[in-house]
């Protein structure tokens, strides 16, 4: 069974700084999906960011990027110039087949 | 009008009551889910479906149950209620390669 494991249960930053969370995971698959949710206090999930797995370059969004290590099982949420809105819940989640696997989740608050 | 939307938003009910939790959603996707998200723990898979003959269950499937009434309804049920089973309800769907579509989410409470 898939793992995901989410180390940083809370996290802070100021207004326009970068912030990193942290995310591994455990699979013996080789194709498989990985993704950064957002939670706001809206509770509402949005998706923030996709990588699959068989693409070596990491994705980006706007603000937001990744850092794939699949070797290494890991990836990693990095959020730039980060923002008031971007406090929130974030979750990363793994899929395969038909699973989709959460981990515990990191509360990042941005402060003015 | 949201994709996927989720009925109650909120609900408390008694121990020992059963209650139903209602999903529907119009993205086509023949992948639904439900969820419970709890404080430390993320969110966890209580069933899911492939179709309306084809219901699985998932990590935390004891003291629920559910119905898959169409390929646009999910709902879910616990027959008897008890207070560990407060918590924030999500449904989803989900494309092939895997991402997720959620509902609102239900707040319930159970006392």
């Given amino acids: 069974a898939q793992t995901v494991t989410q180390s940083q249960p809370e996290m802070s930053v100021q207004e326009a700084e970068t912030v990193t969370l942290s995310c591994t995971y455990d699979t013996s698959e080789s194709n498989y999906y990985l993704f950064w949710y957002k939670q706001p206090p809206s509770r509402q999930m949005i998706l923030v960011i996709r990588q699959e797995a068989y693409k070596q370059q990491n994705a980006t969004e706007n603000r937001f990027s990744v850092n794939f290590q699949k070797a290494a099982k890991s990836f990693s949420l990095k959020i730039s110039d980060s923002q008031l809105g971007d406090t929130a819940m974030y979750f990363c989640a793994f899929s395969s087949g038909s699973r989709l696997t959460f981990g515990e989740g990191t509360q990042l608050t941005v402060n003015p | 009008d949201a994709d996927v939307t989720q009925t109650p938003r909120n609900r ?9 939790l209602e999903c529907s959603q119009t993205k086509g996707h023949d992948r639904m889910y439900w969820y419970r998200q709890d404080p430390g723990l993320g969110l966890r898979l209580i069933y899911y479906s492939f ?20 390929q646009a309804k999910f709902s879910l049920s616990l027959e008897s209620a008890i207070p560990n089973q407060t918590a924030l309800y999500f449904c989803a769907t989900r494309t092939l390669i895997g991402e997720a579509f959620f509902g609102q989410g239900t707040r319930l409470t159970v006392v």
């Avoid at chain 2, 008694?14 to 209650?19: E, V």
């Fill in chain 2, 51 to 70: 179709d309306v003959k084809d219901i699985n269950k998932g990590e935390i499937s004891d003291g629920y149950s559910v119905s898959r009434q169409a």
């Fill in chain 2, 12 to 20: 408390i009910t008694k121990t020992g009551k059963r209650i139903m």
